[in-house]
């Protein structure tokens, strides 16, 4: 039994505070901090309305570990979950370094000042962590997270080895927005303008931005176009996938959000370098992102699926190579009556929760820095239904349809 701090309360935050809420044990008593107290002060009501569960709120700079640390010691947790800002990571991490409690995180750390995520810096902490005899995990969402722990599981289960892997990730849902982003639009940009990355035959391969595409039918969504990006979780799957030979990441987009996001490209607004305005210095995403519609607020009229999966080749157990696809489709619709979420969001949350109490219950306690795909993914794969995203596994007869 454990007192738990999320950090965050934003889409995900809700969605993590919302589950939390409604699994009882191990977590006894929860608190919920932002920089916003308000929005904090919002979901703590709609918790206590709809599970009967009350949480506690803060008001919080994660910024500065000062303040960090200054309040885990006040509300004395176990644990910190940061679904906060990545750019906020190390700072979170150091305070609880410091004030010596377990870390959870969804998305690795990246400089504000640089579209660049990696987990270089995160696991610089390994050795600290271990010394300390405390647990940080890493990358605990849908992707990054549940779609490393089907790689995990893949091997576990199925395969000596595994040669390719392409992580699908499809939204065929309609919020009725002109243009949204489905999380932080300031992080969701600077991820989708990047270069693509892949990995193939020991070295890092680059794509200009989404130009590599191509079609692929999801399950109960349709025929959709995936793009070829980079994503974080190919960086600790290359490092711990036994026999890898390529691994691609492929994310869904309606022509509809491309064009906008190539409008505002052109004109400025997606660039991170400041300029001057007014005769103060502004950063033109920032900008944008406070004038875009907020990710948590998409949720009530979204409809559709989201289809989000991994197709896996490799030797099998029996020394056959086989081609696996393993995925889970989640209904926006159903998201908003049981969390008031949208299904990204929730998607993200519910894994983060599940990852917090493995943890907490002495399964994924074990000292250091790891990513999921490093943790045992049995009690993960057996519970993930329960909480929302079950899983669908299959055998296709060939090989992935994009060469």
């Not at 490092?239 to 030979?245: A, D, I, T």
């Amino acid at each position: 039994m454990a007192r738990v701090l999320i950090i965050g309360a934003g889409g995900v935050g809700g969605v993590v505070a919302h589950k939390c809420a409604m699994a009882g044990a191990p977590f006894t008593e929860l608190m919920l901090a932002s920089r916003t107290v308000a929005k904090c002060d919002a979901i703590a009501s709609q918790i206590e309305d709809m599970h009967g569960v009350r949480i506690r709120t803060a008001s919080l700079d994660a910024d500065v570990p000062a303040n960090t640390l200054a309040l885990i010691r006040s509300f004395e947790p176990e644990l910190v979950i940061n679904v906060a800002l990545p750019y906020q990571d190390l700072a979170i991490m150091d305070a609880c370094l410091e004030a010596g409690v377990h870390y959870l995180d969804t998305a690795n750390y990246e400089p504000r000042d640089q579209a660049k995520f990696e987990y270089s810096w995160q696991w610089a902490y390994r050795e600290r962590f271990e010394k300390a005899g405390l647990t940080a995990i890493l990358g605990c969402g849908f992707d990054p997270g549940q779609t490393n722990i089907y790689c995990a599981w893949a091997v576990k289960r199925h395969f000596q080895e595994v040669h390719t892997v392409d992580i699908m990730d499809c939204n065929a849902g309609d919020h009725g927005k002109a243009f949204a982003t489905n999380f932080n639009p300031e992080i969701n940009i600077r991820e989708i303008t990047q270069r693509g990355r892949f990995w193939e035959n020991g070295e890092w391969k680059e794509t200009d931005p989404l130009s590599v595409h191509a079609p692929f039918d999801f399950a109960e969504s349709g025929v959709k176009e995936m793009y070829l990006m980079y994503h974080e979780e190919l960086e600790s799957l290359v490092e711990n996938l036994p026999g890898l030979r390529r691994i691609r990441f492929w994310m869904t987009f309606g022509q509809e959000y491309l064009t906008h996001l190539r409008v505002l490209g052109n004109v400025g607004m997606t660039s991170i370098e400041p300029i001057l305005y007014e005769g103060r210095e502004i950063v033109p995403l920032q900008f944008l992102k406070a004038v875009l519609p907020k990710p948590e607020s998409l949720g009530e009229n979204y409809t559709g699926k989201t289809n989000i999966g991994c197709w896996i080749s490799g030797p099998t157990h029996a020394g056959e190579i086989k081609s696996y696809y393993i995925y889970n489709v989640c209904d926006h619709a159903a998201c908003w009556r049981e969390v008031r979420s949208q299904a990204i969001s929730y998607t993200t949350g519910v894994p983060a929760m599940l990852g917090a109490k493995l943890l907490l219950d002495g399964l994924w306690k074990r000292p250091g820095v790891w990513n999921v795909e490093q943790l045992d993914p049995e009690p993960f794969m057996q519970q993930i239904a329960d909480y929302g995203l079950p899983w669908v596994e299959t055998w296709p007869s060939g090989p992935h349809p994009v060469p």
